[in-house]
């Protein structure tokens, strides 16, 4: 699939997949014109809303609360949660509630005590799916609850590209890929407007490590960015015009996110038109009329910056002439026009909390694992499991109770309850993060899959017991996990408490053995090469134990694809560790010497200089001829598929039609991927286009993938704009980013977009 309006794409999906799953794309001109087009009454209405305030009514609205700090500060009821704005009652200006969201109504330590929510599984599964429409699902299901649940603004649409494995946050983005993260993204965004209330993209931009979130300088060359990061970010905003973005924590090129007048003013807001506002990150704000002049239109959770910089400092700044009234005017204007836009200005979330239909949105939790699980690794076919299979073992990561899910303010209360839960004592997320699981027992799905079959459990703690279970099984599986969470990066691939020890002891004693990975993101496999089969379940959400049942036994066929690269070394990745990460221990020993002082270190801004570019992922290991462990957009399937009759062409859009034919004995679901490239421009090849299509044992049908022109295109930051050189391309018709089996070429003609 290419990158076209996701509010046409998410509601024809199903119909396109029906009719053969072709996608083209669009001009980039053609796509930024919709916005604008539709954005043009709720503009004039905000401004005409705008002209009856006064300027403390204004102010009023361009900084916000952060409900577990603010008691007394207002007198609307505050639910404990992310963010809190008055309305205004003489304009019916409503009443903002923001809710993290990312992967469901976040929750994270059970502030609102009792309340659940459906929790999906992490961005990089609904990702793996290359799916709009399980994304758009998503959406639409968190939408519906937040609603339920009295929200109208909720920070989802976590776009930020993976530059590195170790990056704690990965699991709630969505991969390396500037195109799929972004198409999928958007069509997330689209799914939680739908319901009439608000969605961010976040976070703008390049909050790509969390060690030293708040201090870190990234630096990268302008076109580099815009055909790496800001592309993901344009691409989102294009096709799910969220009503609000959401600026960085961290500095880009010098200046801090939130007050770097080239990201917000220059690139968002000029160059995109966007419409709607700019809301800070908690505690991203660090000046008044620096900030606000640069394009920051809201301060959110104020208590949690060092002031109140949007509220008596920002009236005093425009009494001062520091501030324009007119930027003024323009902040409050693009606050209402965003919630005008997607429906919440109109449309009020109930008075009262109403229960949504927990059960249909497990399903929909449910179907995005079972679309994201990867099946890595499947020698000898040992998978699905044969019937032949009586006595089964499996292993570890707590599979007997539930499913690990990462840390953070994405963190879902799941419906359900949380089997497992653990308090940390350290680390930057200690104060609002545990390690959680939810109640998805795979054990006991297993069993219910399998009548008839023993299926035995195993903690895995005692290494003697653990080896002597599996040897006197048909088959084991093991469960490996690794925690990840926000604030904090892993500090290296390996799997934690020896677990790559254990899975290798494991396959030692039996052959038959299935590791099933419930990561964060890509880890090393030391074992690899002893263990038949690999499966890759993410963090799978509340429906996960299910999920993995069901690919395990083979009542669903794997269809997930990486969306992310899985290095064989940790030298492979542009930085070999987590920068900065020596800085953070030296401040922490410092701090544990002396506790008296600790309060007073603070972590110095370090630059993280981004050397790939806007090669990123697997165009990073191309341009280097590695050879990763797993490439972008691997994943098997229980039936095979054969791609024929491609015809490539080219003029002013580079698109190939082909057959693809699934030539296996069962149903599946297959991920054609067009990746292009200039002839002798030296520069690695790039996804263009991607589909998903269904196909019956035996069964062809004839797809076409056009690529996205900006994919095609380089940033000529001379003009300034995109570029298509005339000349001659290359197009691999793969199933991984490694795969060039299937190449051929066509002729373009020179052409320019605007940014």
Not at 358 to 386: F, S
């Amino acid at each position: 699939m290419t990158t076209t309006h996701i509010a046409r794409w998410a509601s024809l999906a199903a119909l396109a997949i029906a009719i053969g799953g072709t996608a083209t794309a669009r001009p980039p001109q053609a796509n930024r014109a919709a916005p604008a087009a539709l954005g043009s009454d709720a503009r004039a209405r905000a401004d005409a809303l705008v002209a009856r305030m006064t300027l403390d009514e204004k102010i009023a609205l361009l900084h916000g609360l952060f409900p577990p700090m603010a008691a007394g500060k207002t007198s609307n009821e505050l639910i404990p949660s992310a963010g809190h704005i008055d309305g205004l009652a003489r304009l019916g200006i409503p009443l903002v509630r923001e809710s993290d969201a990312s992967l469901g109504v976040a929750n994270q330590v059970e502030q609102r005590k009792g309340d659940v929510a459906t929790a999906l599984p992490s961005s990089l599964a609904t990702a793996a799916s290359f799916d709009p429409a399980i994304a758009r699902a998503g959406g639409t299901m968190i939408g519906a609850e937040a609603r339920d649940k009295r929200f109208n603004v909720l920070l989802a649409g976590g776009v930020n590209l993976t530059r590195d494995p170790w990056n704690g946050r990965n699991f709630e983005y969505l991969g390396e890929d500037p195109l799929l993260a972004g198409t999928l993204a958007g069509a997330h965004i689209a799914g939680v407007q739908s319901n009439r209330i608000v969605s961010t993209v976040k976070h703008f931009a390049l909050n790509s490590q969390e060690t030293g979130r708040m201090v870190v300088d990234a630096r990268i060359g302008e076109a580099d960015l815009r055909m790496s990061d800001l592309l993901a970010f344009e691409i989102a905003i294009e096709t799910g015009r969220p009503g609000s973005v959401m600026c960085a924590y961290n500095k880009v090129n010098g200046d801090w996110a939130c007050e770097n007048k080239h990201l917000l003013t220059d690139v968002l807001k000029r160059d995109w038109g966007y419409r709607g506002w700019v809301m800070s990150d908690w505690g991203a704000v660090h000046s008044t009329a620096k900030a606000a002049n640069a394009g920051l239109d809201q301060q959110s959770g104020q208590e949690l910056d060092k002031a109140l910089y949007f509220a008596e400092p920002l009236k005093a700044a425009v009494e001062k002439g520091q501030v324009p009234m007119a930027r003024i005017d323009d902040m409050a204007a693009r606050y209402l026009t965003g919630l005008i836009e997607t429906g919440a200005f109109n449309d009020a979330v109930p008075a009262k909390a109403v229960t949504p239909d927990y059960a249909a949105h497990a399903e929909v939790a449910q179907r995005a694992a079972e679309a994201g699980i990867v099946l890595l690794k499947n020698d000898g076919d040992l998978l699905p499991i044969a019937r032949t299979a009586k006595r089964i073992v499996v292993i570890g990561g707590n599979a007997d109770v539930g499913v690990l899910s990462g840390g953070g303010s994405s963190q879902v209360r799941s419906v359900g309850g949380a089997p497992v839960e653990i308090p940390l004592a350290t680390g930057g997320s200690a104060s609002f993060a545990r390690i959680t699981y939810h109640a998805s027992s795979p054990l006991l799905a297993l069993r219910k899959a399998l009548p008839g079959v023993r299926v035995d459990w195993v903690d895995g703690r005692s290494l003697n017991a653990t080896v002597e279970a599996a040897k006197n099984a048909d088959l084991a599986i093991v469960f490996a996990t690794q925690w990840t969470t926000e604030a904090d990066d892993v500090p290296n691939l390996n799997l934690p408490n020896q677990q790559d020890a254990l899975i290798a002891a494991i396959a030692a004693a039996q052959p038959h053995t299935v590791a099933v990975m419930e990561t964060g993101g890509p880890v090393l496999m030391p074992w690899l090469a002893k263990v038949p089969a690999v499966v890759q379940a993410w963090y799978p959400g509340q429906r996960g134990g299910e999920a993995i049942a069901a690919i395990l036994t083979g009542r669903v066929n794997p269809s997930g694809r990486l969306p992310i690269t899985f290095p064989a070394d940790a030298s492979q990745p542009p930085r070999p560790h987590p920068v900065g990460l020596d800085r953070l221990s030296g401040l922490e020993a410092a701090a544990a010497a002396n506790p008296a002082a600790a309060s007073t270190y603070v972590l110095q801004s370090f630059p993280v200089d981004y050397v790939e570019g806007a090669d990123v992922g697997y165009r990073w290991y191309e341009k280097k001829g590695l050879k990763p462990l797993f490439p972008f957009g691997h994943g098997l399937s229980y039936t095979h598929f054969a791609y024929r009759n491609p015809v490539v062409r080219g003029g002013r859009t580079l698109s190939v039609t082909f057959d693809v034919t699934n030539t296996g004995d069962r149903d599946g679901i297959d991920v054609p991927q067009m990746y292009v490239g200039r002839d002798g421009g030296g520069a690695p090849m790039r996804l263009g286009a991607f589909t998903r299509v269904a196909l019956k044992r035996g069964e062809t049908r004839r797809i076409t993938l056009t690529a996205e022109p900006r994919i095609v295109a380089d940033y000529d930051t001379k003009l300034p704009g995109w570029r298509i050189a005339a000349g001659s391309y290359r197009v691999a018709l793969a199933q991984d980013a490694a795969d060039r089996t299937m190449m051929a070429s066509a002729t373009l003609t020179a052409q320019t977009f605007k940014p």
